[in-house]
């Protein structure tokens, strides 16, 4: 498995593992227009084909944030996630970012259990911060110096 960027030849695949995964997914617009402005955007990919992919973007000088991470249904539970994660993460680190929030959705206790594993706190919840009135943890990373 590599870890590399996104290309646009990628975007059907990305949206298709996008749909699978959220009960709220982004529509292909959005990840495109995201793409275009130059979020951090990397994929993971098996054989020639995508299996994950992570959406990262430097928030303030000193704060990075998640904004998505999926894994495709077929690859969950083969570290996927954590690699296209640790990559995301090395990025902030070399650009001088140590620490990193991302939300998530408090019924999501795989995704939660999988950010504990990797260092991530949680901070608050957050009341209704979804679309659908889900309510969200949010969390962070404080990354070694």
Known sequence: MIIRKF???DLKKVYEIEEISFSEPYNIDILLKLYELGVGFLVAEEDTEIVGYIL?????????HIISLAVDKNYRGTKVGTRLLQTAINIFIDSGIYKINLEVKTQNYKAITFYKSLGFVVDREEINYYEDGSNAFKMHLDCPS
């Open 56 to 64: 990262f973007w430097i928030k303030e000088i000193d704060n990075g």
């Open 7 to 9: 290309q646009y030849s």
